[in-house]
């Protein structure tokens, strides 16, 4: 079974959730916010804390319009908007990765441009690649050649694309990759989640652990999630924030500590009744129900001895402790030894 060491965990296809809590910026530019955010991520229960690091003047051009909900985000462009959140740089990732580190929780981001690739590597424990660099040929080859494990997000992407990006990967060298299944909508209607195509990934890439990055927003029950997990995603990325009620950038559709820890609580619970193997075998516990729920071949009247069974003459009942209604027709037809009353559980010492 495919296994991918990320972080402190090694995830497999039988894993619990890889769980990314994306504080992004969040933090707004403020340190003591980040590391709060991170402190409230190591609360909730999430295995990693992961920033999103760029640089306006690198990521977007001047002329590149907004495609998210600008009634929740107002821009006049997203190199604007981008600018309002680049202020950190590597001093402060590295704090905040040594933040991380005293908390015990695994620190990320996701790097938009080759600089913050090469400062943030040393850092993080893995790289995320983002959905709209999918197609980013560069820095695609850039990540892969740091040699290790690669989470690809894979929103608003074609088989083809993804195909492409994997094989990118793979030659620049990149053994241990992880495919996200995203919608790039912010946020995401319920309807767009689509979250059959966690199984379309698990077939078209049967070697390759698959997870998913929500932008839906969070339900009371953090159900979409917990069904994602159910659905066979290993790894799975939401926004987070500490105040789901702030105006602007990714806090509407991020999930908050509370959400994290419910969701956390479902997995728990699911953990459980999912149960340590998918064979279907009886369970020690269900030992008595085997033995008294199950049916015995009773005589339904009175028979004496040297009686031919007919099948007018059994019946089946509760517990099992005669002849299976299995061997219902080897019964049929046999003498009986000895006189039966009615009720009395066949036993095969009865037939001659």
């Not at 933090?27 to 295995?47: F, N, P, Q, V, W």
């Not at 695994?106 to 660099?133: G, N, Q, R, W, Y």
């Not at 099992?320 to 009986?336: F, L, N, Q, T, Y």
Request: a negative charge.
């Amino acid at each position: 079974m495919t296994e991918v060491i990320l972080g402190h965990r090694r995830v497999r296809a039988d894993s619990r959730p890889y769980v990314i809590a994306e504080i992004g910026v969040n933090h707004e530019g403020s340190m003591d916010t980040a590391k709060r955010l991170i402190d409230l991520c190591k609360e909730g229960g999430a295995d990693a804390a992961k920033f999103q690091t760029y640089k306006a003047s690198r990521i977007a051009s001047k002329h590149s319009p907004a495609y998210w909900d600008t009634s929740k985000e107002p821009t006049e462009s997203q190199h604007k908007l981008f600018q309002k959140y680049d202020m950190f740089g590597p001093d402060e990732y590295t704090a905040l990765a040594g933040h991380c580190r005293d908390v015990e929780i695994d620190f990320l981001s996701t790097p938009f441009d080759a600089d913050a690739a090469e400062f943030l590597d040393p850092l993080v424990p893995f790289h995320k690649i983002a959905s709209a660099d999918l197609t980013n040929v560069p820095l695609l080859r850039q990540l892969a050649g740091k040699r290790k494990p690669v989470v690809l997000s894979t929103g608003a992407s074609t088989l083809a694309e993804i195909d492409m990006a994997v094989t990118t990967l793979e030659d620049a060298g990149c053994q241990d990759l992880v495919l996200l299944h995203c919608v790039l909508n912010y946020p995401c209607p319920n309807e767009n989640a689509h979250l059959e195509m966690i199984h379309g990934l698990r077939r078209a890439y049967p070697d390759v652990l698959i997870g998913y990055s929500d932008h839906t927003l969070p339900d009371e029950r953090m159900l979409i999630l917990s069904a994602a997990w159910l659905k066979g995603a290993v790894v799975l990325e939401k926004h987070f924030t500490h105040d789901k009620t702030l105006p602007g950038n990714d806090h509407y559709h991020a999930m908050d500590v509370d959400d994290l820890k419910r969701f956390i609580a479902n997995i728990d619970l699911l953990s459980v009744v999912n149960g340590p193997s998918s064979t279907k075998k009886p369970l020690a516990s269900e030992a008595p129900a085997r033995e008294h729920a199950r049916r015995s071949i009773v005589i339904d009247r009175a028979l004496k001895a040297g009686d031919v069974i007919d099948e007018a003459d059994i019946t089946y009942k509760r517990p099992a402790h005669g002849i299976s209604p299995v061997h219902w027709d080897e019964v049929i037809g046999r003498k009986v030894r000895m006189d039966l009353e009615e009720d009395h559980i066949l036993q095969w010492s009865d037939l001659a």
